[in-house]
């Protein structure tokens, strides 16, 4: 197996064990970006060889020394362009912020830093994050590394994307509705959006406050876990962010939950379901059954107008999140200025892609008077009822099991041209925002077809370290994650 197709655990081993250099993990992956980039197109902004060599050799040079060295001394990680990096542009693959370099870095950053990582490359992703396949970046397309034809999933695409492709062994993403979930799914990789307050939102670009988490893609649980354990923990910057100690998730992974209680929603097996995916679904039920695991049906009643009300409460946030960018203050401002709101109103058309405008108006029009009542307070009532529905199906179960997405990766272009189809495949996602809880993608089985499929784990708020030892329980009787796409 090369060493790009190893994960960062065997890449962080084989350093401690004298027998590779973190300036050989560096060359592999930068590489790899020159070899794969042209045809994934996962990045916004490159890698910078001379930072990584020079940061590689410094860690190699420290371990030399006998140095202390941080829990991911050497491993490079991609970083989506949603997460705000010191000295590097950091655009939301936005035309509205081209040219923004922030002054500071987000907590995770600082976390990563403080941990020896490598900060590879910023990833390209839907514009603001908002869409479901990154066909929303203002700049390019991401493939998808099992079938370039296909789209990576959104909004973390990008992050996906390199994973998945060998062009780094970890990455950053952010998850609102689904977007760590939903491509970590489409991309066979694992990947978690943790409980709202695990992960400090410093930094992270804001979407929808309220939705908003920061999260880990990797091959395997081990590498979630790992990045998960690295970049969580309170931060007095982010108000949200929750002052509990974070369990040491690796240390556990391995041992087995006894008398496993999985919870199945029918909700979750309704219209538009493939039957591939189904048939994977259930199969990895099977295997559970097989360790012990008792299967019950559980009723998430209001998960049918979860998807209704997140694209009235996200967009709402959204909306306010954006006024900022007024092309005063932040961001665009139009070559050909007109009177205060003449520039608003040109600078705001130009930097802002279709999407994101269409949300803004959505979110504007929920909010207006006259409607408020109607859409984004009925909303926030359902919102309730869908944290109550899960509350309720927690007092049976350890966790809750589904698909995560209801198809594998469409082809590029199917869905650009209806916006509501493509909300349509958040539909198994977006409820676990809603209810601030953490969800968590696992790799269970290819179509026939050869695109990955990924099962949905989703566990009461702050069970992070459960959710990680009954994947790995899974994971631990099937090779699913150990398959590499072929480039
Ligand atoms: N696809 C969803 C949306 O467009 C979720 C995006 C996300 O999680 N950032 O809103």
Known sequence: MSLIEKTASELLALQKSGQLQATEIAEAFLNAYAAREPQLQSFMLAPDASVVRQQAEAIDAKRKKGQPLGRLAGIPVAIKDVLCTRGIRTTCSSKMLEHFVPPYDAHVIERLKAEDAILFGKTNMDEFAMGSSTENSAYKMSRNPWDTERIPGGSSGGSASCVAGGQAPLSLGSDTGGSIRQPAALC????????????????????????????????????????????????????????????????????????????????????????????????????????????????????????????????????????????????????????????????????????????????????????????????????????????????????????????????????????????????????????????????????????????????APFTEEKLFRIARMYEAVTDWHTRRPKL
């Open 188 to 459: 066979g990789l694992v990947g978690m959006k943790p409980t709202y307050g695990r992960v400090s939102r410093y930094g992270l670009i804001a979407f929808a406050s309220s939705l908003d988490q920061v999260g880990p893609l990797a091959h395997d649980v081990r590498d979630c876990a790992l990045l998960l354990e690295t970049i969580a923990g309170h931060d007095p910057r982010d108000s949200t962010s929750v002052n509990d100690p974070v369990p040491p998730y690796t240390q556990t992974l391995d041992q087995p939950i006894k008398n496993l209680t999985i919870g199945v929603p029918k909700e979750f097996f309704g219209q538009g379901l493939d039957s591939e995916v189904e048939s994977a679904i259930r199969q990895a039920f099977r295997e559970y059954e097989k360790l012990g695991a008792k299967i019950i049906d559980v009723s998430l009643p209001h998960s049918p107008y979860a998807l209704a009300a997140y694209y009235i409460v996200a967009p709402a946030e959204a909306s306010s999140n954006l006024a900022r960018y007024d092309g005063m203050h932040y961001g665009h401002r139009t070559a050909t200025p007109g009177d205060l709101i003449a520039t608003y109103s040109k600078s705001r058309a130009e930097g802002f892609g279709k999407e994101v405008q269409r949300r803004i108006i959505l979110g504007t029009y929920v909010l207006s008077s006259g409607y408020k009542d109607a859409y984004y307070l009925k909303a926030l009532k359902v919102r309730r009822l869908v944290k109550k529905d899960f509350d309720d199906a927690f007092q049976h179960c350890d966790v809750i099991m589904g698909p995560t997405t209801p198809t594998a990766a469409f082809k590029i272009g199917e869905k650009a041209n209806d916006p509501l189809a493509l909300y349509l495949s958040d539909v198994y996602t977006v409820s676990c925002n809603l209810a601030g809880i953490p969800g968590l993608s696992i790799p269970c089985g290819f179509t026939r077809s050869g695109l990955p499929i990924g099962l949905q784990l989703l566990g």
